[in-house]
Nanobody
Framework: QVQLVESGGGLVQPGGSLRLSCAAS????????IGWFRQAPGKERERVSC????????YYADSVKGRFTISRDNAKNTVYLQMNDMKPEDTATYYC?????????????????????WGQGTQVTVSS
């Protein structure tokens, strides 16, 4: 049974940094792409970033490009989202999810496909 568990959320001041972790368990030997999404109250869920497992390609939403960095440690089955220069509009619940594919659907030239397994989310609040 594949499980994803997010951690690292919290309260941070504008301009500050946080690092989110997504720990995966139950993955077979073949690693999968992992994406980060976020949802603010009253707003639709939006994609934030994704990292493939085939070649380590990374993708970012325009709203976070240059401020967020996604990375993965396959030995630990963990994906990280380093968030710098944070803004109040980054406030949301952050989720990681996998499409059970080795590439990132919906990014680049890949068609959008469902992300099948989701974590429980971690709250991020950016406020002074």
């Amino acid at each position: 049974q594949v499980q994803l568990v997010e951690s690292g959320g919290g309260l941070v001041q504008p301009g500050g940094s946080l690092r989110l972790s997504c720990a995966a368990s139950g993955f077979p030997r073949h690693y999968y792409a992992i994406g980060w999404f976020r949802q603010a109250p009253g707003k639709e869920r939006e994609r934030v970033s994704c990292i493939s497992s085939s070649d380590g390609s990374t993708y970012y939403a325009d709203s976070v490009k240059g401020r967020f960095t996604i990375s993965r440690d396959n030995a630990k089955n963990t994906v990280y989202l380093q968030m710098n220069d944070m803004k109040p509009e980054d406030t949301a619940t952050y989720y990681c999810a996998t499409p059970f594919l080795d590439y990132c659907p919906g990014y680049g030239s890949y068609e959008a496909l469902p992300y099948e397994r989701w974590g429980q989310g971690t709250q991020v609040t950016v406020s002074s």
